[in-house]
């Protein structure tokens, strides 16, 4: 039974440049929510997608979007890129909503030069 | 403006003994409250939840305990062991939106 499961594990890019981050649920779950940890900080709340539908955001600007697909699967979209914006992102899939305990991935830990 | 806040960065506790991790919050509105630990490298895994009608929750070695007059809650680790030594992060739910604490480091010493 695979856990959630994110892509890649640590893209560089420049400032300006865009990034997909990716994310596979754990199986059997149906909501995905993102989330930016900086250094020595808890995670930040990104959004959260359930039936492909944006459902909750966090305050973070609409430079981050978002999709899910149909098998549950999630894309993160960040553009412009800052270099504040280098941080772990972490992917967390639940059941019904994120009352349901998140499962984490690992994170993928984007650096901005 | 912390909603969830974890005061003491890091907490050291000999093995065998009961580790207590606090945390407090802000906003009444809160329901659900749960505890993640992380090791280096790896993503959040979580440990025990607590809903806000309950001022008490136990699973094994781990107890959370929830005052809601004075917006706390602690996780009771006990006894304590070596593999417990991890990142611990205190999380509070409202609406489907979990907010997060900056966690509390807990070392336990041989």
């Known amino acids: 039974d695979a856990g959630v499961t994110q892509s890649p594990t640590h893209p560089i890019k420049t400032r300006g440049q865009q990034v997909t981050l990716r994310c596979s649920p754990k199986?059997?779950?149906?909501?995905v929510s993102w989330y930016q940890q900086a250094l020595g900080q808890g995670p930040q709340f990104i959004f959260q997608?359930?039936?492909?539908?944006?459902?909750q955001r966090g305050n973070f600007p609409d430079r981050f979007s978002g999709h899910q697909f149909p098998n549950y699967s999630s894309e993160l979209n960040v553009n412009a890129l800052l270099l504040g914006d280098s941080a772990l992102y972490l992917c967390?899939?639940?059941?019904?909503?994120?009352?349901?305990?998140?499962?984490f991935g690992d994170g993928t830990r984007l650096s901005i030069l | 403006d912390q909603q969830v806040k974890q005061n003491s960065p890091s907490l050291s506790v000999q093995e065998g003994r009961i580790s207590i991790l606090n945390c407090d919050y802000t906003?009444?509105?809160?329901?659900?409250f749960l505890w993640y630990k992380k090791y280096p490298a790896e993503g959040p895994t979580f440990l025990i939840s607590?809903?806000?009608?309950?001022d008490k929750n136990e699973d094994g070695r781990f107890t959370v305990f929830l005052n809601k007059s004075a917006k706390h809650l602690s996780l009771h680790i006990v006894p304590s062991q070596p593999g417990d030594s991890a990142v611990y992060f205190c999380?509070?739910?409202?609406?489907?939106?979990?907010?997060f604490g900056k966690g509390t480091r807990l070392h336990i010493l041989p």
């Open positions: 999380a509070a739910s409202e609406n489907d939106k979990i907010i």
């Open positions: 967390a899939s639940s059941w019904g909503g994120s009352n349901q305990p998140q499962h």
């Open positions: 906003n009444s509105m809160f329901d659900y």
């Open positions: 199986s059997g779950h149906d909501t």
């Open positions: 997608y359930y039936e492909e539908e944006e459902r």
């Open positions: 607590i809903s806000s009608i309950k």
